[in-house]
């Protein structure tokens, strides 16, 4: 029995399995952090992940290209991007609650809409999806070749961004701007750093990537739309970003333990332990608390959460 | 000489006030023109609409004898502006190459180059003798070093005109003598400086040519050799400056603080204080003086049960305390005013009367029954807006509509008006006027007459000077000494601030 | 860490939080009538489905107030913590375990008096609110993790053990579905009015908002607790044991929003099924901020809410708008009563501008 769950969790199945489900987590949390860095709190990722999902369901599904797809879903969610940005850094709104409408409205557009686009349809639907995309040579490497690289093209893009945030925040000017941002923005602006505009944008940048993390939960294999799809995934992308002390490896390790946790509990329930399926359900969650206690003291930019107005006295 | 730089009329309004009116004045090129005036008197905003951080509400600016429109602080540097603010703008968290090269443009470079950056650096370091390591991070620098990393980031933006905003504030004299050196090499090569201050001794030391300004507005200008520090003072505050304060009407009395060996580590796990020792007596106003941060807010919190200490003992009225809480420190009847009054003194959104019983309102008869009792409070906040001299439209005006000096008597009224045995001031007149300050150093006076034990921590030595009895100097988290003040100079306690203990005053310590 | 800029959001000035809210919700209804109109619906007649459905009948406004009652003592618990400056957004896991306390009390056959099972109920799910409630404000209090993360962690952990619990431990013996027995008659909150579904717990809501009220407005407690959420230093500074305080700002948040899922329990649904509600944390937030953290202000905008939810079901049975729509509509009130504070300084900034 023991043994036999043993070989489970040790296969390359469920390897394979984790870094499809750690995609989205990825993906949201390579996004976010750019915002958070940047100075702005975006809670508003699961709002934004679940309108991307929405929408890339709708675009595959009505144009029956899954590009599209993507496309509908970067767009959609970065019109709640561009909401939050606007609402955070030009109005000085509070960024939490700013991003809990951003949170309700995404649950009762997406219920809305897809009940209006497909009030006749009776049964499930599906779209066109990505298919796994096998890397030439690399897909032959023992056990890695299987886990990695035989993915989806969402994995892909997901791997690519955590070094390429690494570079663009650490070796990059741009990058230099969004953390000063973040740390300091009264000494970034005297050094000519546009703030305000250098947030906005990290913000936007968030929610596109966010989208595409939505688009990664509808149409990368299950190709079908649930209500509430994101189920609290862009929750978790915020708490692995805050794991990862706001460090691109660090937040995309976060995210990774995530996939496992998520291939874990979907493993252990078809091993048909008896042990209630809540238990496994749970497991992201109680890791989450694990990790909040090991990450120990907490650590985030010094101006995360506080707007910032230029040309205006203290 | 030619005029570098040229303000006319520049009127900057915020929301509520008019800091800056119709103002006026000209730079010449390689000269130091000092900006004076009180706290509050409008200079740091001025600066910061010629430096891009403010824009002006009306008026002009010329460069270099052609008008400009400055609309940011990227702009203010292509234009050879740079401003050293008084709180550094530096980001503690990036590296001084980093920091240098923040915000600076060249088209076509996406990739930072660091390494290029720091070569620069180290060259520009050596060329002024900072001994600056490119490569440390911000936060680890001491803040003398922190001052040079400003200096070195606008000489890297090829600034002619640099701007100092109250710069001796942070440093020890001796450090400051270094800083009148490196304003002097830097008017040699042409460029042409500004000096923000309300120090006369700073003006006399540094300027060429002074203009004062007063609540806002322009007051006059004049050449150093001019005048004296007599006329300046007069032309900065409005009126004749006599600090006259009543003569001592008590002797010193019994011990009220006895602090032996007190050692204290952060949060970080570094040592902020280092065994120190001193006896508080009642009647008598013991001074701290040093730099800040050499570990001023680490003892007046350890002392009022705000931060824990590891070693060491703490006496009050004859009883040990150890591992206080707050409560307990105010049932100690230990007063304390805060270094920062607006993070850690008042609470800004709450209404003058009710600031007033921040504490209080565990008594009779701010509260019954658990339940506040408003009309006492109420009444309690009039009484002392009239005895502090509290300038506001009522009790119910929220502290934070306050200025600086009716925040700080808010506070003073708070804490004196417990009848403390003893009173804990951490930098009392920061920023205040001179009226303010007068007013809030007579109250000291006035509670060491009263036979209250106070216990005075300033960065001001001119302050201690003025009012402490005894004086001890603060170091890298321990006293350098501890001196009479009928037995020293500001030369001793100079030294000392520094770190450095001369042999010859050696024997006189303790 | 993040700095709450909530408390200086608001004027003193009543009348102006009320305008504030009433303008945000003026501009929800505005938009959501566009996006209505998107949908080739007329949206005045939409609305005026809504309304009708929500007020239009003595039946309607009682099934209005039916679904008033849990959002808007949810919308206490969000006030009641966010005073001492914590952000509570887990209403719903706490929601959760004060419906489970009322159930497990509620569904033991008891030989008591209605009123003494009721207490017991009400306690049960005081003391397991309370409880699940500890858990971030301790950790939040002592260790510094930041509470809106934790919270939101919790909420889909209690709604999970709540699955569990309706799957094992308390499910129906010999039922299909997953819920528990029904509690007894004695556990049952009453009506106010025979004959209809309007219960007790309405009373209940309206004297906790009072407390509640009283708490901040006289109680020197409520004036310390607002302290610490207002600069949690300076209290601190003055002698309060801000850790502790915290911590019990947010128990007695869970214990509120606990009564919250027992009241829904004893007075609607009558035994604990699973997903009987879902995201009233966030509804409790809604209200709490278009209440301008006023507790007698939450009787209104949870009035609104409830009202609009109620509505919502009817314009959909009439005219096929989802009732969906709700969210979007409370969700553009909460956005532009949050954005509304910082129009003047966006005007100022572009008239500088040109």
């Not at chain 1, 969004?178 to 929610?207: D, F, H």
């Not at chain 2, 009127?11 to 009116?21: D, G, I, R, S």
């Not at chain 2, 003598?177 to 003006?203: A, D, M, N």
């Not at chain 2, 009642?282 to 040093?290: N, T």
């Amino acid at each position: 029995m023991l043994k036999e769950f043993l070989n489970l969790v040790f296969s390359t199945a469920f390897l394979t399995a984790s870094i499809t489900y750690s995609t989205p987590f990825i993906l949201a949390a390579m996004g976010g952090i750019v915002s958070e860095r940047s100075g702005v709190l975006n809670l508003g990722l699961e709002g934004m992940m679940l309108t991307g999902a929405l929408f890339a369901f709708v675009g595959s599904y009505f144009t029956g290209s899954p590009v599209i797809g993507v496309l509908f879903a970067v767009g959609a969610s970065m019109v709640l991007g561009v909401a939050h940005a606007i609402a955070c850094v030009e109005f000085g709104a509070n960024q939490v609650i700013s991003a809990v409408a951003i949170n309700i409205f995404a649950v009762g557009l997406t219920s809305a809409l897809f009940k209006s686009f497909f009030q006749n349809e009776t049964g499930q639907l599906f779209s066109p999806g990505f298919e796994k995309i096998q890397i030439p040579i690399l897909k032959d490497i023992p056990v890695l070749g299987n886990a990695v690289f035989s993915q989806n093209i969402f994995t892909y893009i997901a791997i690519i961004l955590v070094p390429l945030t690494y570079i663009v925040f650490y070796k990059t000017k741009i990058g230099l701007k969004i953390r000063a941002s973040g740390e300091y923005p009264k000494a970034a602006n005297t050094m000519g750093v546009k703030v305000q505009k250098v947030r906005i944008l990290s913000v936007i940048y968030s929610s596109a990537i966010a989208g595409i993390a939505g688009a990664a939960l509808s149409i990368a294999g299950i190709n079908t739309f649930i209500e509430n799809i994101s189920a609290g995934r862009g929750f978790i992308a915020f708490a692995c970003i805050i794991f990862g002390k706001f460090n691109p490896i660090g937040t995309a390790i976060a995210a990774l333990m995530f996939g496992l946790a998520d291939g874990l509990q979907i493993r252990i329930q078809s091993t048909g332990l008896p042990i209630p399926y809540q238990l496994p359900l749970m497991l992201p969650y109680l890791l989450a608390f694990v990790m909040l206690f090991l990450s120990g003291k907490n650590f985030s930019p010094q101006s995360w959460g506080v707007p910032y107005f230029a040309n205006e006295e203290e | 000489m030619s005029d570098v730089l040229v303000l006319e009329k520049i009127t900057k309004k915020f929301a509520k006030v008019t800091a800056n009116k119709d103002i006026s004045m000209n730079l010449q090129k390689g000269e130091v023109l000092a900006l004076l005036g009180e706290n509050g008197a409008g200079k740091t905003t001025l600066m910061n609409c010629v430096c891009g951080l403010y824009k002006p509400t009306s008026g002009k600016i010329y460069v270099n004898g052609t008008e400009v429109e400055i609309h940011g602080c990227e702009n203010a540097t292509k234009l050879g502006i740079g401003m050293i603010h008084q709180h550094f703008m530096l980001v503690p968290e990036l590296s001084v190459a980093e920091n240098v090269i923040l915000g600076i443009n060249r088209p076509k470079d996406f990739f930072l180059k660091i390494g290029e950056v720091e070569s620069e650096v180290q060259k520009l370091s050596e060329l002024y003798n900072f001994g600056i390591d490119p490569k440390a991070l911000v936060k680890n620098l001491p803040i003398g070093m922190q001052q040079r990393v400003e200096i070195i980031k606008t000489l890297y933006r090829k600034a002619d005109i640099i701007i100092l905003d109250e710069a001796t504030a942070v440093l020890t004299p001796s450090e400051a003598r270094e800083l009148y050196g490196i304003v002097k090499k830097l008017t040699k090569e042409g460029k042409s400086i500004v000096i923000i201050t309300h120090k006369l001794e700073e003006v006399m030391e540094m300027a060429d040519r002074i203009v004062v300004l007063r609540d806002g507005k322009y007051i006059g200008s004049t050449l150093k050799k001019d005048t004296n520090v007599k006329e300046l003072a007069t032309m900065m505050v409005g009126r004749e400056v006599l600090f006259n304060f009543k003569e001592r009407t008590n002797s010193i009395g019994d011990i009220r603080l006895q602090v032996e060996g007190l050692t204290l580590y952060n949060e970080f796990a570094v040592k902020k204080l280092d065994n120190i020792s001193f006896n508080l007596h009642a009647g008598e106003i013991f001074g701290v003086a040093g730099v800040d941060g050499n570990g001023q807010i680490e003892l007046s919190e350890a002392l009022t049960g705000m931060m824990d200490y590891q070693e060491g003992k703490i006496i009050i009225n004859g009883k040990e305390k150890r591992k206080f809480s707050t409560m307990e420190s105010y049932s100690n009847n230990v007063s304390h005013i805060p270094q920062d009054r607006q993070a850690t003194g008042l609470i800004m959104e709450r209404s003058i009367a009710k600031n007033l019983v921040l504490a209080d309102y565990r008594k009779l008869p701010f509260s019954k029954n658990g339940l506040m009792q408003e009309t006492a409070v109420k009444e309690h906040g009039q009484k002392m807006i009239n005895e502090y001299r509290i300038k506001a439209a009522g009790e119910e005006i929220a502290v934070k509509e306050l200025s600086g000096g009716n925040k700080q008597k808010v506070i003073l009224a708070r804490e004196i008006d417990r009848k403390p045995d003893i009173l804990i001031a951490v930098q009392p007149t920061r920023g205040l006027d001179i009226g303010a300050t007068e007013f809030v150093r007579q109250k000291l006076l006035d509670e060491r007459n009263r036979g209250v034990g106070v216990l005075l921590i300033s960065t001001e030595l001119e302050e201690i000077l003025q009012i402490a009895d005894r004086i001890a100097v603060l170091f890298k988290g321990s006293f350098m000494g501890i001196l009479d003040k009928k037995c020293t100079d500001i030369g001793e306690i100079g030294m000392l601030m520094a770190g450095v203990k001369n042999a010859h005053y050696e024997g006189e310590l303790q | 860490m993040i700095k709450a800029n909530i408390m200086g959001l608001f004027g003193k000035d009543y009348s102006r939080k009320l305008m504030l809210s009433i303008l945000g919700i003026l501009l929800g209804l505005f938009f959501g009538g566009v996006i209505i109109f998107l949908q080739g619906v007329n949206p005045l007649y939409a609305y005026y489905y809504l309304i009708n459905g929500a007020v239009g009948s003595s039946q309607a406004i009682i099934s209005s107030i039916l679904k008033t009652i849990p959002l808007g003592i949810v919308g206490l618990a969000v006030i009641f913590a966010y005073k001492a400056g914590i952000f509570n957004i887990g209403g719903e896991g706490q929601f959760y375990l004060g419906s489970i306390g009322a159930t497990i009390v509620g569904t033991i056959p008891l030989p008591i008096s209605q009123v003494a099972h009721v207490i017991l109920c009400l306690l049960a799910a005081i003391i397991f609110g309370g409880f699940f409630a500890a858990i971030p404000g301790y950790l939040k209090a002592y260790r510094g993790f930041n509470e809106i993360i934790t919270t939101m962690l919790l909420n889909y952990i209690a709604i999970l053990f709540t699955s569990y619990l309706l799957q094992g431990p308390l499910r129906e013996p010999g039922t299909y579905y997953n819920r528990s027995s029904s509690l007894q008659p004695t556990a049952l909150l009453s009506p106010i009015i025979t004959g209809t579904r309007l219960h007790f717990g309405l009373i209940i809501f309206l004297v906790l908002a009072i407390i509640i009220y009283f708490v901040f407005k006289k109680s020197t407690l409520g004036f310390r607790l607002e302290n610490v959420g207002m600069n949690k230093r300076a209290a601190f500074y003055a002698g309060e044991n801000t850790k502790r305080l915290m911590l019990l700002a947010m128990c007695v948040s869970g214990a509120i929003a606990g009564i919250a899922g027992a009241v829904e329990i004893m007075g609607v649904n009558g035994a604990l099924v699973e997903n009987f509600v879902v995201g009233i944390g966030y509804d409790g937030i809604a209200v709490a901020l278009l209440a301008s953290l006023n507790p007698l202000g939450a009787i209104l905008s949870a009035f609104f809410f409830g009202a609009l939810r109620n509505g919502a079901n009817s314009m959909q049975i009439s005219i096929g708008i989802s009732s969906a729509f709700v969210y979007i509509i409370q969700a553009l009130a909460v956005f532009f009563v949050v954005l509304i504070p910082g129009v003047p300084r966006f005007i100022r900034k572009y008239k500088g501008v040109k």
